[in-house]
């Protein structure tokens, strides 16, 4: 029997980062203690494969579920899944970095880094020269501090709390009474050494990705930008997975909101330190997410929100102070945090309207934010409610999770397929080896096998073809060969991947097709389709349009408009205008639940199919 006193120390390759864990633990449990975080597509059941890893040391015997999913020679190399392996001694365990590991898979676009609209500023900075206290004169620190910056703006009954106060003893004293004051209305929320100004955070939190930006607020300018992994995909790759676990009490609430908040605060360390200041001169923040990310952020009951009608604790635009949850900023510095929409839908619905500006007088048209949930907005300009929103199920397949030889985009992920005289080719990110399929890559491989009749309409690859193998476990397109693969393994194209494409287009299309039919409407009435989130800016449009995840309308615009919920978030950081435009945008909504739609699973069933025209690369 195993004495659960007993401890074994884990070493992770590359990262160098070790846990002591009791004997009989999880190597994903260790992982977590250690503070290595990888997507647990499965949420740990054994049943994706996201979790391999390479292991030395005495380990528990190879579970069914591990017996299934590796073959023979791979656990008789040492590869393990880390979900289903007890630590039973010290052990190094080598992480490979093909999946949600590398920090180059985290990369926020270039194109993503557009500066935000200017307007009615909320924080305001004033030079101010104090004079310094005397025998004759003396006034509190605070109290002459705040004096100068209302004389100076023609504002009265200024405050700050005890936080700012200790700040402005400190520093005027540091800086011979010269000191740069940050305004929030009649609240002082910080200050800084002369010349240098107020920075605001605002950050996009995805359920799998956070994009932080950090920005100027005296010049609106993103100064720095940059992406990090959500560490609650530990807990599973959607938000649903993590919310029954918490409900169900697997794992305590607390804890996936300490992991969202070290993140946030990482993140922010990460971007001031980029641009040789601390978070100390954060002042504002705005965060957006959907309702169950800030439900977590916030450490808000979950319950009701897991379960029909699907309830937020509260919905309406809320600021708080940073320091109230633990976000390292100013010390008065706010936290803004724009309104929930309904259901899962919340804020970062709101900030995606207003990146894509689907909130302004145009023609109908349908946007939509492919991610682990799909966002999916139709336009009825004149209508009241003009936006019609829904949440598709749309999974991780879209981020390379689930597929046999899937990987998340970044070098070496085979990102465009296509056919030449009856042959594929493909192109690689950075032009690296090919060691597996990106979203992209999927979404172009199926497109283009459908092209060439490797795939029928139901999905069913032609076991005809010379480059498909069927044996006992999976029927398989055979994409690139073992000996020209990166990873020494067949890159494929698996029945079963098929159908998880399927499952993750079907959702998204059903949920277009079921808001097009509430609406009365068609796909052929759409003039514009707008496609945000960074894979829905990166796949190919023909593809997409030929496999059905998007609505396939000859004539109407298409764009891919980078990372709108980014953008939302950064509008409404320091723009006053901004934040009554994202008020009104719940108001202007209807939220339609998909499961309580009849039409919604006639249509799933009848978009799982694959459309049998093609569209032509020009229309
Ligand atoms: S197999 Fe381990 S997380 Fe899915």
Not at 195 to 216: E, F, I, M, N
Request: aromatic share 4%.
């Amino acid at each position: 029997m195993q004495n659960k006193n007993m401890t074994a120390e884990v070493t992770f390759q590359p990262s160098m980062l070790s846990a002591m864990v009791p004997l009989g633990s999880l190597i994903t449990e260790a992982m977590m203690e250690a503070g290595v975080f990888i997507p647990l597509d499965c949420g740990g059941n054994g049943t994706c494969g996201s979790c391999l890893v390479s292991v030395q040391g005495e380990v528990s015997e190879p579970s069914d579920a591990e017996k299934r999913m590796l073959e023979p020679s791979q656990l008789e190399e040492g590869w393990r899944l880390a979900c289903q392996t007890e630590v039973l001694g010290d052990l190094s365990v080598f992480v490979p970095e093909t999946r949600g590991t590398s920090e180059s898979s985290w990369q926020i676009d270039a194109g993503d880094i557009v500066p935000g609209e200017r307007g009615t500023p909320v924080i305001v900075s004033e030079s101010c020269e104090i004079p310094a206290p005397s025998l004759d004169d003396p006034r509190a620190d605070l109290r002459r501090v705040l004096k100068v910056i209302s004389e100076q703006g023609g504002i009265e009954r200024l405050y700050a709390d005890i936080f700012t106060a200790s700040q402005v003893t400190d520093l005027a004293r540091r800086h011979d009474w010269h000191l740069n004051a940050f305004r929030r209305g009649r609240e002082l929320v910080g200050v800084a050494a002369p010349g240098r100004g107020p920075l605001g955070l605002a950050v996009d939190l995805g359920s799998t990705k956070l994009a932080g930006y950090l920005l100027d607020l005296e010049t609106g300018e993103i100064i720095a930008s940059k992406g990090r992994l959500n560490p609650q995909v530990s807990f599973g790759a959607d938000v649903v997975t993590r919310l029954q676990k918490a409900v169900g009490g697997t794992v305590e609430s607390g804890r996936l909101t300490d992991m969202v908040r070290d993140a946030i605060n990482g993140l922010a360390q990460e971007l001031a330190e980029s641009v040789n200041a601390d978070c100390g001169r954060i002042c504002e923040m705005s965060v957006v997410g959907n309702s169950v990310m800030i439900h977590l952020l916030l450490h808000l009951p979950l319950e009701q929100l897991g379960a029909p009608p699907f309830v937020a604790c509260m919905d309406q635009a809320t600021d708080i102070k940073a320091r109230d949850i633990g976000l390292d900023s100013a010390p008065g510095a706010y936290l803004h945090l724009p309104p929930l929409i309904g259901g899962f839908v919340g804020s970062d619905n709101v900030a995606m309207v207003m990146g894509g500006d689907l909130d302004r007088p145009g023609t109908c048209r349908l946007g939509l934010d492919i991610g682990t949930n799909t966002e999916v907005v139709l336009v009825l300009p004149g209508e009241e409610p003009s936006l019609l929103i829904a949440s598709a199920p749309s999974g991780p397949t879209f981020e390379g999770a689930h597929l046999s030889s899937g990987m998340r985009a970044m070098g070496g992920a085979i990102s465009k397929v296509w056919f030449q005289d009856g042959k594929s080719a493909f192109e690689t990110i950075d032009g690296a080896k090919p060691a597996g399929l990106c979203g992209s890559g999927i979404i172009d491989a199926i497109a283009a096998m459908l092209g060439e009749g490797i795939i029928n309409g139901q999905g069913h690859l032609d076991q005809s073809n010379e480059r498909v193998k069927a044996d006992e476990r999976s029927i398989s397109y055979v994409l690139v060969p073992s000996e020209h693969s990166a990873t020494g393994r067949d890159i494929t194209v698996t029945q079963s991947d098929i159908s998880q494409l399927q499952m993750a287009k079907g959702a998204i299309s059903a949920a277009a097709a079921t808001l097009l039919s509430i609406a009365g409407l068609e796909s052929k009435d759409l003039s514009e389709v707008l496609m945000a989130g960074s894979f829905g800016s990166h796949f190919d449009v023909v593809s997409a349009r030929r496999i059905g995840l998007i609505p396939d309308v000859s004539g109407a615009d298409y764009k891919q408009i980078g990372n709108a919920a980014g953008r939302g978030a950064q509008f409404v950081l320091n723009n006053r205008e901004a934040r009554n435009r994202a008020v009104s945008i719940p108001a202007m909504t209807r939220y339609v639940e998909l499961t309580s739609q009849p039409k919604f699973n006639s249509l799933f069933a009848r978009s799982l199919q694959f459309p049998a025209q093609c569209p032509s690369r020009n229309g």
